[in-house]
């Protein structure tokens, strides 16, 4: 509104190809030879991997693998990290389990990978996927924190015992109990 | 495979697909027409939203089977040639979309609500109408805007079917 520099309005280049359809998102790209993946999920909030059969999956057409967990580890792909390292208030460095991108032996939620199916079309993969049969031992789980944290209960990474990963605050919290009101008698 | 006879942007077609397939993988796979999005798995997110038959559909909640012989429009067949569309024009205007995933779906959306209101519209009964199509980025703010401004533009016959 003739405000010209710092405070005038300055219009989006972007914008046409989105409001007419012509974005190129990552699903909308079309390769020569692209493949489809499609992950095997466990249904299991905790729960040891005995083992996972894809011989009929490899049949099936148009299947090029199926992938697992242990191979993440034969093939030395690291694990997914923790952007932010927190010190607990006893100073120790916090105790993060291990995360790979598909879990190998263990199973700590529902939904978390243990292989994938890669196909050459999406609905290849996943009636592969259908036919991957895995083996699970069903562990007992801790789907709540008070619970975690009490004597006796499951352990889930063996680099967190008792189930902290950390003990942690910032702040004063002398200045801060002194600063709220009392509660009330 | 069966084939799906259907007219899309006003264009005949006829596709062979697996009786599974949705609508939406029909225009993103087979006729290339990746402007209608995929965003969940639950029919939640309206990013898939299209017209069938001058109504607005969730792609991905229907079969293309069930769009034989109906009258498709998508987010690439509401402009006229170089000509916007109100509702696109609209939300450049004013500033509706950020990352753009959602957009093709509010479009299509919105087009609808403005044809059944008549263009009749309050910011109350926008935000009602839109609780079918989901934003990560805007907060809703700009796109109930571009609708009101939209519905100021589009010529709508008063009483809408």
Not at chain 2, 72 to 79: D, F, L
């Amino acid at each position: 509104m003739g405000v010209e520099g710092i405070g005038a309005s300055v219009k989006r280049k972007e914008d046409r190809r989105f409001i007419t359809g012509k974005g190129r998102y990552v699903d909308d790209i079309k390769l020569v030879g692209l493949t489809h993946a499609q992950f095997i999920r466990s249904p299991h909030a905790h729960a040891k991997v005995k083992g996972i059969d894809s011989s009929e999956a490899m049949k099936m057409p148009g299947v090029v693998a199926v992938l697992t967990g242990l191979q993440i580890v034969d093939d030395k792909v690291g694990n997914l990290i923790c952007g932010w390292a927190i010190t607990s208030k006893d100073g120790s460095p916090m105790k993060m389990g291990a995360w790979p991108a598909m879990a190998p032996e263990t199973v700590r939620f529902v939904g978390q990978a243990v292989a994938v199916v890669i196909a050459e079309t999406k609905n290849q993969a996943k009636d592969a996927a259908e036919a991957v049969v895995v083996d699970y031992e069903e562990l007992e789980a801790v789907p709540d924190i008070r619970a975690a944290i009490k004597q006796g209960a499951p352990q889930l990474h063996p680099e967190a015992p008792g189930n902290v990963v950390y003990d942690w605050h910032i702040g004063d919290e002398a200045a801060v109990k002194g600063a709220l009101p009392r509660p009330r008698t | 495979m069966p084939t799906v006879d259907l007219t899309i942007n006003r264009k005949a077609v006829s596709v062979d697909v697996e009786d599974r397939t949705l609508l939406v993988h029909v225009l993103r796979e087979n006729l290339n027409l990746t402007g209608t999005h995929v965003g969940c798995d639950t029919s939640q997110c309206g990013a898939c939203v299209v017209h069938v038959d001058g109504r607005a559909v969730k792609s991905c909640t229907m079969l293309a089977g069930q769009a034989a012989g109906c009258d498709v429009t998508t987010i690439e067949g509401i402009a006229n040639g170089d000509e916007l569309h109100p509702m696109q024009a609209a939300f450049r205007d004013n500033h509706g979309l950020q990352c753009g995933y959602c957009t093709p779906g509010m479009i299509m959306s919105s087009i609808d609500i403005v044809n059944r209101y008549g263009g009749q519209l309050d910011e109350a009964t926008v935000r009602h109408e839109l609780e079918g199509n989901i934003c990560r980025c805007t907060g809703y703010h700009n796109i109930v805007k571009s609708v009101l401004d939209a519905a100021g533009r589009m010529k709508v016959p008063k009483a809408a079917e």
